[in-house]
């Protein structure tokens, strides 16, 4: 069997990289990580995969060889800082993404896969219009589809719900809700909750949602496959679930509601999750007793 070659944009991040470790696994796939390191880090390099530094937006010269498969993760991937720098987020997610799929339209790639944002289905429909980052995530969304409409650009697009585990950046304002939790934990702190507290989120293991978007790769084709968790919690009971005091900020909470429909990666990938966040935040408590 030839080797197929894998293309993972983003591959120095968070899902990303444990996307690549995925697929590094099988000796079968060359795998290649395009990623700009304005959010990823060399410290989540997989042995076995190659790694370029570079934007999106250069994909055409960065990657001269045709990958059999690009997974498309690497852009701008954070909601609140979004509101601050649109035109950076214009820029990689944008002008990036555009430059990915007409790599793809031109080389004649055999799968795009879109990691997507689950932002694109709260407020009834309307998440794209809250904030810079859902906006560019929710246009890539509608770009890929009528690419595949238009020039029948084979693809597949799944959303992810909020990543956590392994890998996870706790620190700098691009900091994730888990992460940022535990350090405050480990460093005495009070948990910060941005008000009211009520908003909910479906989190989703790293790992689950690297699983997923591999067999979304492997056997998916077209919009819709939703990746989460099959329960919501608040950012408020999930502070508590920590232990510990609490402290109430001023903020952008964001979506009142984590809306999610995940049968369809289910039904016909065979998806699951296997951590579940209450037990994991358990087990960190656990494993990191206080004084
Ligand atoms: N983590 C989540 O909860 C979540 C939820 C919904 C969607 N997503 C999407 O999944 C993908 C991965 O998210 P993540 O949490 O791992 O984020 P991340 O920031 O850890 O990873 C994104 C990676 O892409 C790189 N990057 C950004 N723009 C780039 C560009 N233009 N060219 C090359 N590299 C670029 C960054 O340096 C980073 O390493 C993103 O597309 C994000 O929008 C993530």
């Not at 395009?34 to 370029?52: C, R, T």
């Not at 597949?156 to 809700?177: H, L, M, Q, W």
């Not at 690297?210 to 968790?229: C, N, V």
């Amino acid at each position: 069997m030839s080797k197929q070659t894998i293309l993972v944009t983003g591959g120095a991040g968070h899902v990303g990289s444990h996307l690549v470790e995925l697929l590094t696994a099988n000796s079968n796939n060359r795998v290649i990580s395009l990623d700009n390191y304005f959010n990823g880090s060399e410290d989540n390099h997989i042995a076995g995969a190659e790694y370029l530094r570079g934007h999106t937006r250069d994909i055409e010269t960065l990657v001269p060889e045709t990958p059999d498969l690009i997974y498309h993760l690497g852009e701008y991937a954070r909601i609140t800082p979004s509101l601050d720098e649109p035109a950076l987020v214009y820029d990689m997610n944008i002008t990036g993404t555009f430059a990915v799929v007409e790599y793809c339209r031109f080389h004649k790639v055999k799968k795009l896969v879109y990691a997507a944002s689950s932002t694109r289905f709260a407020v009834e429909g309307n998440g794209r219009h809250q904030n810079p980052y859902s906006f560019t995530k929710s246009v890539n969304v509608d770009l890929i589809n009528d690419y595949g409409k238009w020039y029948g650009l084979p693809y597949a697009i799944c959303y992810f719900y909020n990543g956590f585990g392994p890998r996870e950046r706790g620190d700098s304002k691009y900091a994730t809700v888990i992460a940022k939790y535990e350090q405050q934990y480990l460093n005495g702190l009070p948990l910060t909750v941005v008000k009211p507290g009520t908003q909910k989120r479906a989190f989703t293991y790293v790992k689950d949602l690297a699983r997923g978007i591999m067999l979304t790769g492997e056997k998916g084709w077209g919009d819709g496959y939703a990746l989460g968790a099959e329960h919501s919690h608040s950012i408020l009971e999930i502070a508590e679930a920590f232990g510990g005091q609490i402290e109430f900020i001023d903020g952008y909470p964001g979506r009142e509601e984590s809306a999610n429909d995940t049968s369809k990666a289910r039904d016909e990938l065979g998806w699951n999750t296997t951590v579940d966040i209450m037990d994991y935040i358990l087990e960190f408590v656990k494993e990191h007793p206080l004084e």
